[in-house]
């Protein structure tokens, strides 16, 4: 596959976007409101970390400000190096994945307090415009791009797929979606996995170039979960100040950022046990990179 055919500006702009802006885990100062107990907010690095500081520090300040909280936003440089933040106990909340949900609540207790009642996740294939790639067996022996290991919709059911239909691909796991976008666009990987809402938040640039290949089935979207270890009370705070922000205008502004557009509570068993008999478990890869 030719490289010739992205332009010098374009090759600029993808390389420009795709830089992480920071190496290791970072804290924000107390969004919300300072002189209790600080509560660390874990958000899975599914874009650079620059754009998740951008679109969660203002909802995070309103959140903690509406409950009577201080929050801190910890970003992590990598999904695996989130997943650990979870195992080890690092975070209190966490915005993560449906299959980290089941992973965090099988790890730490976490439970999830709220979804998007919008729109639900959908992985999916991506190649670019012009490949002749037409259908999944003709990905047998490619190289395809991940974001990480255990990203659910975008790594793990794709996979899983893949492996059961007996396509064999050499994974290339590229820490963000956006670099995984990139590296299809620039010819290092034939494929992709992402999701829906990630996708749609690229600039048209990139979308542009690329061609979604094969989508899952629709799944609840990522919930936004507390630590078993905080306190009833705060759970509830803190969930009614997100509904509370999504009765605003310009709350639904800021959530719509953070793929919470139509904030709802969320369950545990009715939404996320069920993710555990897809039998994706042999696809895990426990503290990989």
Partial sequence: MSRRLVRPGLLALLFCLARPSVAAAESSP????????????????????REIVSSWTPVLRQVGQRAGQCLVLVVAPSIPAFEQQLRSGQLDFAFMNPYHQVMAQRWRGFIPL????????????????????????????????????????????????????????????????????????????????????????????????????????PFPAHPFSAAATVPVKVRLRVQEAFLDLGRTAQGRQLLARVQLPMVVKADHGRDYAPLAALGLERYVVEGGD
Avoid: M
């Fill in 30 to 49: 107390c969004l919300g409101t300072p002189g209790g107990r600080t509560w660390r907010v874990g958000i899975v690095p599914q874009l650079p970390p």
């Fill in 114 to 217: 709220l979804r998007d009642g919008q729109s639900q996740l959908e992985g999916i294939l991506v190649v670019r415009k012009d490949s002749p790639v037409r259908r999944l067996a003709d990905l047998n022996g490619a190289t395809v791009a991940f974001p990480a290991p255990n990203a659910f919709a975008a790594s793990l059911l794709p996979r899983a797929l893949l492996s059961r239909a007996g396509i064999r691909i050499t994974p290339s796991y590229v820490r963000t979606h956006s670099n995984v976008y990139r590296a299809v666009i620039l010819g290092s990987s034939l494929a992709g996995g992402g999701v829906n809402n990630t996708l749609q938040r690229e600039r048209p640039e990139v979308r542009q170039r690329l061609r979604v290949l094969w989508r899952t089935p």
